[in-house]
């Protein structure tokens, strides 16, 4: 049975607190009893110093070099997934960095082929070769065990990841996690609407997001996409998922992570709730429960990996 818990306050700020729901599968420690035995005020580390990260390139034969930015330091290491379009200079990617930073904790942040630094041409990528260049990360650059942090599509391929290197994927976390999520949306079009998408080629989905009012995604990205769908049966992911999302999401429907959740085969896994939060999930109060989240998983298995 699914247990429902509300919290009011938080760590970090002694000035600052967030409203949030935590749904909890499993049995283990809930959030109300992390937040009960943390004090309120300061990170209890403070980083002593500021490493530079700069840019890199990830060379890989008959496939594009990735562009990454990589702090060393102690495991478990921190990827982060961007989302769709998204690169690796947004502002959940940055705070989670200067979290790592506190911690002395190895940090991965990367672009997509065909998107922001990174080779290759957009137009011939697809969700599987998005999955691609996640793996090549983790097989090529990162040390150790590793927690993945997913937003939106990163969401959908950290699952995918966690699934073909479950030795090295200790923990996810999910931000707005858009599994299927563009299959989905493209299905629920009147049918008409897809038949014209289909002779076009291209679907111009509308988006505030976007400086156009609109992303124009390939036809075959979609059909290539539902190649990956996951909501369809369990999904074999044993490690801790944690899954933050926004009620206000009006671009995929918290109700998707309460679906991840059921699906995941894992006992230890949280679907916690932002009432007022937006897909971007990048306010003030929802970065605060980002890395508060990291710190948590951190905690939970130094003990199996250090």
């Not at 992390?34 to 990830?58: D, N, Y």
């Not at 539902?226 to 918290?254: A, K, T």
């Not at 992570?257 to 679907?271: L, P």
Request: overall charge positive.
């Amino acid at each position: 049975m699914a247990r429902m818990g509300m919290a009011a306050s938080a760590a970090w700020d002694p000035c600052w607190r967030w409203g949030w729901m935590s749904v909890s599968f499993g049995f283990h420690r809930s959030f109300s009893t992390l937040l009960a035995r943390k004090p309120e005020h300061a990170p209890r580390r403070r980083p002593a110093f500021r490493q530079k990260t700069s840019i890199s390139f990830l060379s890989r034969p008959d496939l594009p070099n990735l562009a990454y930015k990589r702090l060393k330091g102690k495991s478990p290491g921190i990827i982060f997934i961007p989302g769709y379009m998204s690169n690796m200079n947004g502002t959940k990617a940055l705070a989670v960095e200067e979290f790592c930073k506190s911690l002395g904790h190895a940090y991965i942040r990367f672009d997509y082929s065909g998107v922001g630094n990174s080779d290759g041409n957009l137009q011939e990528c697809t969700v599987g070769r998005w999955r691609k260049d996640v793996l090549s990360v983790i097989d090529d650059l990162a040390v150790g065990p590793q927690i993945l942090v997913g937003s939106s599509l990163g969401g959908w391929l950290m699952l995918h990841a966690a699934i073909a290197r479950p030795q090295k994927v200790v923990a996810l976390i999910g931000i707005a996690s858009a599994v299927d999520g563009l299959v989905t949306q493209f299905n629920q079009l009147p049918v008409e609407m897809k038949k014209e998408i289909e002779m076009k080629g291209v679907w111009s989905m509308p988006s505030k997001y976007n400086e156009e009012g609109a992303y124009h995604i390939q036809y075959s990205f979609i059909k290539e996409a539902e190649h990956h769908c996951l909501l369809h049966s369990p999904i074999p992911v044993n490690c801790p998922v944690r899954l933050l999302h926004g009620m206000e999401d009006d671009i995929v429907s918290w109700h998707t992570s309460i679906q991840v959740a059921d699906r995941v085969i894992s006992k230890d896994i949280d679907v916690i709730l932002r009432k007022h939060s937006d897909h971007r999930m990048k306010e003030k109060a929802d970065l605060q429960l980002l890395v508060y989240t990291i710190d948590d998983l951190i905690d939970k298995l130094s003990t199996v990996v250090n």
